[in-house]
C-alpha cells in the first residue's frame, strides 16, 4: 500500500533545488509547484504574502499538511572597498556553513544578474599566513565575491546590483550511488517533494489543506489565512542529527517536544498509529533548538493541534544530505495520513 515512485520523488526535488526561494522571494517555486498541484485536481491559491496553498474545489478542509518552500539565502547590505559585497542572511545559518557557497546574485528586478562565491575575509593561506585560521567565524567576515570584471560602483548599479540585492545560494546537490542526496536547502524541498510523491499514490486531499508557506525559516510560519476552518496541521521538516538527537536516518522522525514545547499529544498518537500500522520505520525525538510553521500558528493564539514529522538529515542549515529511504517513508506516511480521513 502507497506504493513511492522514488525515482520520480529525487527527480521532483533536484528540480525544486534548481529553483531560488529565499524567504518571501518564492515565487519561482510558486509557478513551479502550482500546475502540479493542479494536475492532481486541485484549486490553488496565493496570500498577499506569497504562501501558497491548494484543496479539493468546494472542499472545507479541517486540517492541513504543511511543507514550507523558504530556503536560507542573503542580502547585500554594502559594497566593500575591495570590490567584494558585504552580506547578511536570510534566515538562521552560521556564517561558517558560508565559506565556499557558490551563489546568484538578483538585480532589483528579480533576475539573476550575476553569479559569485562566499567567502572569508582572509580566503588566502598565501597571503595571510596563519591569519585565515584565527579570523572570526561570523557573518561580518564573508564576503561576496563576484564573477565580474568590473565591480565598480557604476557597472554594479547598472546592472540593478547593490544595497539590498538578493543573495541566492546555489544547492549544489550530488546524489550518490549508495542514495543519499546532499545538498543545501534539503530543508524543507525534500519534504514537499514527500508531499508531491504522497499525492502520486492517490490518496485523496478530502477534508485536507495543503499549505506551503514563504518565511518559516523567518520564524513567521503559517497565517490566519492559511489555517481557516482547520483544527490539526501535520508540519513536514527537516530532523536534525547529532549527538543526543534520536533522529531516524533511514525513516520517520516524530517529534514529541520543540523549542516552544510539546507538540500536540492527539496528533502525534495519530502519526505514531500510522507509522505501526502501516509498517514505516520511524523514531521519537525532542528538539531543543527548532522552530515550525505550526509553531508560529500556536504562538499567534490559533486554535491548532500541530504534529510534526521529519525527513532525518545530517548538517540542516549547512552542508545537509538524506538518505532516499528517509524520503520514501516520509511520503509513505503523508500518504496514509491523507487517507486516514474521517
Given at each position: ?44 491559491a ?48 552560521n ?11 538578483h ?20 597571503v ?37 540585492s538578493?543573495v ?30 504522497a ?99 500556536s ?21 545537509e ?22
Amino acid at each position: 500500500m502507497f506504493a513511492i515512485d522514488t525515482d520520480a520523488l529525487v527527480a521532483d526535488l533536484l528540480a525544486m533545488l534548481a529553483i531560488p526561494s529565499p524567504s518571501l522571494h518564492g515565487q519561482p517555486m510558486v509557478d513551479w509547484l502550482v500546475p502540479r498541484l493542479e494536475a492532481a485536481g486541485l484549486t490553488v491559491a496565493t496570500t498577499a504574502r506569497g504562501d501558497l496553498y491548494a484543496q479539493r474545489p468546494g472542499d472545507t478542509p479541517s486540517r492541513a499538511v504543511t511543507a514550507h518552500l523558504d530556503t536560507l539565502g542573503a542580502m547585500v547590505v554594502r559594497r566593500r572597498s575591495d570590490g567584494r559585497l558585504a552580506v547578511r542572511p536570510i534566515g538562521h545559518w552560521n556564517a561558517r556553513f558560508a565559506g565556499g557557497a557558490r551563489v546568484r546574485v538578483h538585480g532589483y528586478d528579480g533576475n539573476v544578474a550575476a553569479s559569485g562565491t562566499l567567502l572569508p575575509e582572509k580566503a588566502s593561506g598565501h597571503v595571510f599566513n596563519e591569519a585565515v585560521d584565527h579570523q572570526p567565524s561570523d557573518w561580518a567576515h564573508i564576503a561576496l565575491r563576484l564573477d565580474l570584471v568590473d565591480t565598480s560602483p557604476v557597472v554594479l548599479a547598472a546592472m540593478g546590483i547593490g544595497v539590498g540585492s538578493l543573495v541566492s545560494v546555489e544547492s549544489q546537490p550530488v546524489v550518490t550511488e549508495t542514495g543519499f542526496i546532499n545538498a543545501r536547502h534539503l530543508d524543507n524541498k525534500a519534504a514537499i517533494a514527500c508531499v508531491l510523491a504522497a499525492l502520486r499514490t492517490g490518496s485523496e486531499v478530502t477534508g485536507t489543506r495543503l499549505v506551503f508557506s514563504c518565511a518559516e525559516e523567518l520564524g513567521v510560519g503559517m497565517s490566519q489565512p492559511l489555517l481557516a476552518g482547520v483544527k490539526e496541521v501535520l508540519n513536514l521538516d527537516i530532523a536534525a542529527q547529532g549527538e543526543g538527537q534520536h533522529s531516524c536516518p533511514h525513516g520517520v522522525t516524530i517529534a514529541m517536544m520543540d523549542s516552544l514545547g510539546p507538540l500536540h499529544p492527539m496528533a502525534t498518537r495519530r502519526l505514531v498509529a500510522l507509522c505501526e500500522r502501516h509498517d514505516i520505520p520511524f523514531t521519537r525525538d525532542c528538539f531543543p533548538y527548532y522552530y515550525c510553521d505550526g509553531d508560529a500558528a500556536s504562538r499567534a493564539g490559533m486554535d491548532v493541534r500541530n504534529a510534526l514529522a521529519c525527513f532525518g538529515a545530517d548538517a540542516s542549515h549547512g552542508w545537509e544530505r538524506v538518505h532516499r529511504d528517509s524520503l520514501v517513508a516520509l511520503a509513505r506516511l503523508v500518504a496514509s495520513w491523507l487517507a486516514d480521513h474521517d
